[in-house]
T-cell receptor, first 111, second 113 residues
Framework: DVKVTQSSRYLVKRTGEKVFLECVQDMDHENMFWYRQDPGLGLRLIYF???????EKGDIPEGYSVSREKKERFSLILESASTNQTSMYLC??????????FGSGTQLSVL | GENVEQHPSTLSVQEGDSAVIKCTYS??????FPWYKQELGKGPQLIID?????GEKKDQRIAVTLNKTAKHFSLHITETQPEDSAVYFCAAGGNTGFQKLVFGTGTRLLVSP
């Protein structure tokens, strides 16, 4: 089975800090995604990547950036963390078909 | 862009009852409609999906129906069990390559013994 691993399960940061969320997948998938999950809002797409060094904005990219230097790794960067970025962050990957494989998520708290 | 609405937000049923979750979408170009189940502390997992050239699909106790004309699709779970308790998300979009999915807001299903 595909494994999508997110580096941290829980993370607490201060406002203004630069935050890195890391995601690694082990099935050579071309496409990788970052979502945030908030109660009552579902899953919203922040950024996605369809190849190494390629990135596309999702629906809520403001305040975030991404990096994909290697095919298996997709990083989400919060340049200057703010309290409204407190959320559950989910990484996902897929091959050419429709099925997304999600990691277990990182619960980020910004104080 | 695509917009997906999902109802109800919470659903409580007795074990053995059926559960139905409904979603509507706005973009007629969407051709792929998956359903994901998220258990506590885990990421969402695909449980069933349907493509726009199919009206219904079943997998054991789970079925999904699609009405393209009305732009809505539904998840049906029969003979519910306590282990069906989870949050369910519908989504709509494309199914190839980097085509993105737009998710609904989720339904928390609670199955009581």
């Amino acid at each position: 089975d595909v494994k999508v691993t997110q580096s941290s399960r829980y993370l607490v940061k201060r406002t203004g800090e630069k935050v890195f969320l890391e995601c690694v997948q082990d099935m050579d998938h071309e496409n990788m995604f970052w979502y945030r999950q908030d109660p009552g809002l579902g899953l919203r797409l922040i950024y996605f990547s369809y190849d190494v060094k390629m990135k596309e904005k999702g629906d809520i990219p403001e305040g975030y950036s991404v990096s994909r230097e290697k095919k298996e790794r997709f990083s989400l960067i919060l340049e200057s963390a703010s309290t409204n970025q407190t959320s559950m962050y989910l990484c996902a990957s897929k091959a050419g078909g429709g099925k997304l494989f999600f990691g277990s998520g990182t619960q980020l708290s910004v104080l | 862009g695509e917009n997906v609405e999902q109802h109800p937000s919470t659903l409580s049923v007795q074990e053995g009852d059926s559960a139905v979750i409904k979603c509507t979408y706005s973009d007629s170009a969407s051709n792929y409609f998956p359903w994901y189940k998220q258990e506590l502390g885990k990421g969402p997992q695909l449980i069933i999906d349907i493509r726009s050239n199919v009206g219904e699909k079943k997998d054991q106790r789970i079925a999904v129906t699609l009405n393209k004309t009305a732009k809505h699709f539904s998840l049906h779970i029969t003979e519910t069990q306590p282990e069906d308790s989870a949050v369910y998300f519908c989504a709509a979009g494309g199914n190839t390559g980097f085509q993105k999915l737009v998710f609904g807001t989720g339904t928390r299903l609670l199955v009581s013994p």
